[in-house]
């Protein structure tokens, strides 16, 4: 089955602590993207990165970083300079660059992973 | 960049109703306008999406339509039924400067679907 897997799905850090956020896929998709979702708010861009040794700050940077050192995987991770990093965090990927005649194609989600800081 | 404002924040109708979804966007250049379903603890689904040089379209029991003149598109779901019930988010794909290639979401739609 092609998709996107997150792992882990629930995630507990002690404040200080860095963790780090999983995210494979295996649609061949060059593009892939990190958001964070707090209740009662829409997905808010954190990185995104449009090919593999390179990818872009998003609107909620700050105390986030990533890596894309192969196609199939982005991972994040929460450092302990993120002031409020409980959340439910989701990993997205599309196609790169756009085929459809856009400026971007379907971005298809993972699962999720839910971050609670004790 | 792009701006995406969606209303209403919780929708609450009977089962066999219609319910209806608007967004509206900033970006008049944006070109690509997905809608998504999220089930609790899951991640978003895409249940269908319009491109700007199309004015509506339909799969089954769910519509959207784009009006470009007013930047606003709705999602429209007809016979609704309790496995609609979930929270619904739109999207808007910017066109040029720092919005290309990223989607921009509305705050979410809790739909409820009493039976």
């Known amino acids: 089955d092609g998709g996107i897997t997150q792992s882990p799905k629930y995630l507990f850090r002690k404040e200080g602590q860095n963790v780090t956020l999983s995210c494979e896929q295996n649609?061949?998709?060059?593009?892939m993207y990190w958001y964070r979702q707090d209740p009662g708010q829409g997905l808010r861009l954190i990185y995104y990165?449009?090919?593999?040794?390179?990818?872009q700050k998003g609107d909620i940077a700050e105390g986030y970083s990533v890596s894309r050192e192969k196609k199939e995987s982005f991972p994040l991770t929460v450092t302990s300079a993120q002031k409020n990093p409980t959340a439910f965090y989701l990993c997205?990927?599309?196609?790169?660059?756009?085929?459809?005649?856009?400026?971007?194609?379907?971005?298809?989600f993972g699962p999720g992973t839910r971050l609670t800081v004790l | 960049g792009e701006n995406v404002e969606q209303h209403p924040s919780t929708l609450s109708v009977q089962e066999g109703d219609s319910a209806v979804i608007k967004c509206t966007y900033s970006?008049?250049?944006?070109?690509?306008f997905p809608w998504y379903k999220q089930e609790l603890g899951k991640g978003p689904q895409l249940i269908i999406d319009?491109?700007?040089?199309?004015g509506e379209k339909k799969d089954q029991r769910i519509a959207v339509t784009l009006n470009k003149t007013a930047k606003h598109f709705s999602l429209h779901i007809t016979e609704t039924q309790p496995e609609d019930s979930a929270v619904y988010f739109c999207?808007?794909?910017?066109?040029?400067?720092?919005?290309?290639?990223?989607?921009?979401f509305g705050q979410g739609t809790i739909l409820t679907v009493h039976p």
């Open positions: 997205a990927s599309s196609t790169w660059p756009p085929r459809s005649g856009g400026s971007t194609d379907t971005q298809y």
């Open positions: 649609l061949n998709h060059d593009a």
């Open positions: 990165s449009q090919i593999v040794n390179d990818f």
């Open positions: 970006d008049s250049a944006s070109n690509y």
């Open positions: 319009i491109r700007s040089n199309v």
């Open positions: 999207g808007g794909a910017g066109a040029g400067g720092t919005s290309y290639g990223k989607l921009t």
